[in-house]
């Protein structure tokens, strides 16, 4: 977890022109869950570049992963067949 101060220290670190009140507005926006902490999952939700991240061949693969029929749709039997293959 990275807590509000830590963040506050590392912009004021590196000299980065924002505000108080914008560092704690970037706080705010990074706390999905609200809990004055920025996890793991906040955090590279952040820095992930979804476009990078969501590319065209990795949403095929899967989309195919879950269309098992292979019609270009996902019905909800497919969806629990594909669940399924998770546990």
Do not use: W
Request: with cysteine; net charge negative.
């Amino acid at each position: 977890m990275i807590h509000p101060h830590e963040i506050k220290k590392c912009i004021l670190d590196n000299k980065i022109e924002l505000t108080n009140t914008e560092v704690d507005e970037l706080i705010k926006e990074l706390d999905y869950a609200g809990n004055g902490k920025i996890n793991y999952s906040e955090f590279l939700a952040a820095t992930v570049d979804a476009r990078e991240f969501f590319s065209e061949s990795k949403l095929r693969v899967v989309f195919s992963m879950f269309d098992v029929e292979g019609n270009n749709k996902i019905t909800p039997h497919e969806m629990f067949i594909a669940f399924q293959k998770l546990n």
